[in-house]
Each structure stands twice: as structure tokens, then as C-alpha cells.
Nanobody, 122 residues
Framework: QAPLVESGGGLVQAGGSLRLSCAAS????????TTWFRQFPGKEREFVAG????????VYADSVKGRFTISRARASNTVWLQMDSLKPEDTAVYYC???????????????WGQGTQVTVSS
């Protein structure tokens, strides 16, 4: 079983909302920061949002700031990404990632999820 499992992706109309979940299994998730990346077809994975292991510190890409919210319950093995006011340009495969600190670049990621498709129709 993959150490990180995403769920909650799907198809939504522009302006709608989706909530992604990332559940950890078999690793010390509570001591790692967790990040969401996304990947557009033919492009590199890009940082979306991250949260520290304590849940106190969050960081967002400019493109999603004010629309997406990342959260985790303290000492929890689950992280959520609430996505509101979705736009067609948010359409991508979203990946959960974990690593030391708040991994904002691919090279800092230690564990990856399998990805979940988010499609926003216009």
C-alpha cells in the first residue's frame, strides 16, 4: 500500500468546490510537513499548498491564495485541501506529498501519493 492515499477528486463546474484528503499509512506522518502539488499535462509538478507537521504554518502558491485552504488536525494522519472558486485552469492531477519541513519543491519530497484527478468545466 502506498504511504499516502489521496481522495476527493472529481469533476466540478467553474466556481464550485472540492475537498481533497490525504491519508497517511505506515509512516511517521505526524512529524512531517505535507504539501499538495499538481501536474498539468506535459508539465512539471508544481507546488500548490503546504502545511507544517503541527498544522500551525501554511504556505500557498500565488495562483491559489485566497481560494484554497490546507489544514490538518494536530497529530493527525490526514491532511485536507479545500478548494473553492475553482477555475478551469485548476484542472490537473493533484498529488499529496510529505517530507521534512514543508516540502515546496519536488526534490524535498520523501513520499508521494498516487494522485487524484481534478477537472473543472467552464
Amino acid at each position: 500500500q502506498a504511504p499516502l492515499v489521496e481522495s476527493g477528486g472529481g469533476l466540478v463546474q467553474a466556481g464550485g468546490s472540492l475537498r481533497l484528503s490525504c491519508a497517511a499509512s505506515g509512516l511517521t506522518f505526524v512529524t512531517m510537513g505535507t504539501t499538495w502539488f499538481r501536474q498539468f499535462p506535459g508539465k512539471e509538478r508544481e507546488f500548490v499548498a503546504g502545511v507544517s507537521w503541527s498544522g500551525k504554518d501554511t504556505v500557498y502558491a500565488d495562483s491559489v491564495k485566497g481560494r484554497f485552504t490546507i489544514s490538518r488536525a494536530r497529530a493527525s494522519n490526514t491532511v485536507w485541501l479545500q478548494m473553492d472558486s475553482l477555475k478551469p485552469e485548476d484542472t490537473a492531477v493533484y498529488y499529496c506529498a510529505a517530507g521534512r519541513g514543508v516540502p515546496a519543491v519536488v526534490t524535498d519530497v520523501k513520499f508521494w501519493g498516487q494522485g487524484t484527478q481534478v477537472t473543472v468545466s467552464s
